[in-house]
Structure formats: C-alpha cells, structure tokens
C-alpha cells in the first residue's frame, strides 16, 4: 500500500471530476504513480486540475470512482491521508482503522497532457463561465490553497492557475461563442 493524500482527491472528486453518464471514464480521479510521485488529475472538459504528491509510489494508473473517495472521506472524520492499493479492477483505501473497497473505472483516461495551456501571448481575449472558476476556488479553498493561487490567461486558450508551491495546477477552458456572437449574448455554449 502507498500513502495517498485523501483530502486532495476527494476535493477534486467533489468539484472537479465529470459527473455525466456517457463519459464516465471522467467520473473519478485518475491516478499516475512514479517513483518518487504520484499525479492525482481530475476534469470534466471545463476544468482540469493536475496535483503532484511527492512519496514512494510504484509505476502504474488507474481511475478512482469519486463516490469511493467523497465516502471514504466523510467516513473517515476528515482523515487527510489514506492508504491506497490499486490490484486490475480493485481499488483499497484504508483511511486509519477503516477499509473501503471499490471497482476502480474501467476505461482510458483521455491524454490529459494535451490539454493544458501553452505559454504565449495572443490579443484575444476569452470568456470564462463564472460557475466554472467558482468550482476551482472552491477546490483550492477546501485543499488549502485559497491564498496562493495565480491565474494567467493566454488569448483564447484555456486559462492557467498555478498554485505557489508549484504542486497544483489548473486549466479551464473558455466559453465558446457561436457565430460571432459577441462575449456578452445570451447565445453562449461551452466546451
């Protein structure tokens, strides 16, 4: 077992992870252990959120259901970290004296590395849904990083907020507008 950081992967659960039923694959927190790291990544196509925890991990992924995390965490008493096995389609968290056990998601979590903004400087301006940069502040507020979130925009592409120490990132990607239509109209559809 490998010591993950439960209170991450649940705010991500809660507030970021995909909830629709046809992309289910997005309903949960995907998981990528290195040696010395593990990724926890979380999106729903609007938002993404990419967290680094450093630790002793093997070289293997898989996707934690986010019903498994939310629970584990309320059960718990607000435990911060759990320990976490991942064997084909089981998933384990033993969160102090309690075992939760799941299926993990059985799919191929999108290549979440393509998405993530690249540094440059455009003149366009985008749009973003104010519900969605609620979510991420809600996030970075519940895994305490309220205060030390720095956004940057790049023209029309998603944009990026970086957390201070370095070990959070997210990208939200902007409203589309449709025919023309300018920022303000009603007629406004999202990724």
């Not at 309690?98 to 003149?123: C, H, K, N």
Request: charged letters at 25%; proline letters at 4%; a neutral charge.
């Amino acid at each position: 077992m490998t010591t993950h950081n439960l209170k991450v992967m649940s705010a991500m659960a809660k507030h970021i992870a995909g909830k629709d039923k046809m992309r289910y694959y997005l309903n949960g927190v995907f998981v990528e252990e290195h040696g010395d790291h593990a990724l926890y990544v979380a999106t729903d196509g609007a938002i993404i959120i990419v967290y680094k925890q450093e630790g002793k991990y093997e070289n293997k992924s898989y996707i934690v259901p986010s019903g498994l995390l939310v629970n584990s965490q309320k059960a718990s008493l607000k435990e911060e970290l759990c320990e976490m096995t991942g064997t084909g389609r089981k998933i384990s968290l033993k969160v102090g004296y309690l075992m939760f056990e799941g299926p993990t998601i059985d799919a191929s979590y999108p290549d979440w590395r393509r998405v993530l903004p690249e540094p440059g400087y455009e003149q366009e301006i985008a749009d973003y849904n104010p519900e969605v940069l609620m979510r991420v502040k809600k996030f970075m507020k519940d895994v305490g990083y309220a205060h030390n979130v720095h956004p940057a925009q790049n023209g029309g592409n998603a944009a990026l907020l970086c957390v201070e120490d370095g070990v959070c990132v997210a990208a939200v990607m902007p409203m589309r507008i449709i025919n023309g239509a300018r920022a303000d109209s009603l007629t406004r559809k999202f990724w």
